[in-house]
Every structure is written in structure tokens, then in C-alpha cells.
């Protein structure tokens, strides 16, 4: 079954200038490798289970004959996609066949860590009957041996703790919803006002995670990013153990401070901007 956001999967024209961003905004993120046939080279943010990963292009010839990350970065890279954990990938593919989702066969992966460390992993895409983006993921690595590929996982300057929610801005949120649901195998979810991204959302709830589809209301987060960029994963949520502390650090290593805001639970909540992240909106919710 399919079980929780593993990690998201941000674009960035350059690896190293991209690493900087992440520190600043108080991530403790270290260089992941190279995926080996692929051209592309990420760094890694682990929190106490899931993970940020940033993505880049190393080898250009070799990443044109495999996929067209390259034409995404040229246009400043972003949140490219969300990935999906599963415990049983073979099923969960043959599930989606039958509810007549367009999903090619899990196909295994893996790459050496700078440590050393070899990680594997199965994965499957959808086709372009299903152009979501979105990637389904099972790791063929347990979790002890995959949090070892960086130093101090789950320690970070801005307190994340794990990923809360990663949202997808659409035009029209009952037909979105309505194929996400038959995509991940779940009822459509009842929609409602989020007051921070202004915008009627559907939310999927996957274990301690949950993946938004949204369409805007109003002038804000979630209209922005679809006049900007068009549908699609536009902002990943995390929850922290101190938005104050988490704020601080920003300012400290020369961050704008990020805007406050009030979810519809009523927990207050803070957003970094797509120009100083990548081109992500980047929301951190917690404790003061």
C-alpha cells in the first residue's frame, strides 16, 4: 500500500548554489551522489524518516537520453515532483492498472553515497494518460542504513522534524481530485478553504502526511504558482519543533524573515517565498 510523502524532489539549475539556499533556510543538507546512467546528482536534508532531496544535472549528454530535467531547470528548476512511499510496489502498480491508471513497471535504482554507502530502491512512473507528477517509490535499503548516508539525520538549525504536507496547485479542484483518488486508490476527500495558500482544497491523507490538491480563491501562494508555472507541486509544509528559532536562523544567515500566516486548524504557520527557495514555496508550522 501506498503509506507516506517519502520525500520531495526539487529542481536546481546549480547543485552547490542550491545546497547554500537550503542551509540558509536552516536545513542541514550534504551532497547524495550521482545516479548512475541518469546525469543527475542530488544532495540530501534526512529528517526523522522522510527527506528533502535537490536535484541537479551533472552530465548533460547523459541526462538527454534518459529524461528532460534539463528544459524544467532552464526555466529555474522548483518543486519538480512528489515522491511516494510504498510497501509493496508490484501490487500497489498492478492496483493501479486495475482502476485504469496509465503506470509503468517498477523498475530498480540505486547510487553511491560520497561515503560510500550503497542505496537501492525500486521505483515506477506514470504514462501520459496520468501526467501527474508524481513518483512512487520502495526502498530496497532499510531505514537505519538510508539514514546513514548523512551526517546527524534529523538534526537541523530550523527544528524540521519530518514533512506535513506537500501541496499541487490545479484549475479545477473536483476533477483534480477525482483523479488523484483513482490514481493513490483513495476516496475523494472533502474540500475546504486553506487560508494560508488561498485556495479550496482536497487533502489526501497518507500516514503522518498529507498530499493537497488545490485551486485558488484568491490572490496568494497557490494562484501565484499556477500562473507562474502552470498545475503542479508548487509548496512542501514542514513541521518544526520552533518557528521562532527556525525564523531566527534565516535572518541570521541573511534570509528575508519569512511571512507569518493562520492555517484553518488555527496553528499559525510561516512561508518562505519562491525567490528565496528555489522557486518552492517553503511553510514551516509548529510550536512558537
Do not use: C
Amino acid at each position: 500500500m501506498l503509506t507516506t510523502i517519502d520525500h520531495v524532489m526539487i529542481g536546481v539549475p546549480d547543485l552547490a548554489r542550491g545546497i547554500d539556499t537550503y542551509t540558509r533556510l536552516g536545513f542541514s543538507i550534504h551532497p547524495g551522489g550521482v545516479h548512475p546512467g541518469k546525469g543527475t546528482h542530488n544532495a540530501i536534508a534526512f529528517f526523522q524518516e522522510d527527506y528533502l532531496e535537490l536535484v541537479s544535472v551533472w552530465d548533460r549528454e547523459q541526462h538527454l537520453a534518459s529524461a528532460n530535467l534539463v528544459a524544467f531547470l532552464a526555466l529555474g528548476g522548483g518543486l519538480g515532483y512528489v515522491v511516494i512511499q510504498s510497501d509493496d510496489l508490484d501490487a500497489d502498480v498492478a492496483a493501479m492498472r486495475t482502476r485504469g491508471v496509465d503506470v509503468g513497471d517498477p523498475e530498480e535504482g540505486g547510487r553511491r553515497t560520497p561515503g560510500g554507502l550503497e542505496l537501492r530502491w525500486k521505483v515506477a512512473t506514470l504514462g501520459p494518460g496520468n501526467p501527474l507528477r508524481l513518483i512512487f517509490i520502495q526502498h530496497l535499503t532499510p531505514l537505519a542504513e538510508r539514514r546513514r548516508q548523512v551526517p546527524g539525520a534529523g538534526e537541523h538549525p530550523n527544528g524540521v522534524l519530518r514533512t506535513e504536507r506537500a501541496y499541487i496547485t490545479v484549475p479545477d479542484v473536483t476533477k483534480a481530485a477525482e483523479v488523484y483518488a483513482r490514481v493513490l486508490g483513495m476516496p475523494v476527500p472533502k474540500t475546504y478553504r486553506g487560508t494560508v495558500i488561498m485556495a479550496d482544497m482536497a487533502v489526501f491523507e497518507l500516514g503522518p502526511t498529507g498530499l493537497a490538491v488545490g485551486q485558488p480563491t484568491a490572490p496568494g501562494p497557490a494562484a501565484e504558482a499556477l500562473n507562474r508555472q502552470g498545475p503542479g507541486p508548487f509548496q512542501v509544509l514542514y513541521r518544526t519543533a520552533s518557528m521562532d528559532a527556525a525564523a531566527r536562523f534565516m535572518v541570521d544567515h541573511g534570509m528575508p524573515p519569512p511571512v507569518r500566516g493562520t492555517r484553518n486548524t488555527g496553528e499559525q504557520a510561516m512561508l518562505v517565498e519562491p525567490q528565496n527557495a528555489g522557486n518552492v514555496y517553503v511553510g514551516f508550522v509548529g510550536p512558537a
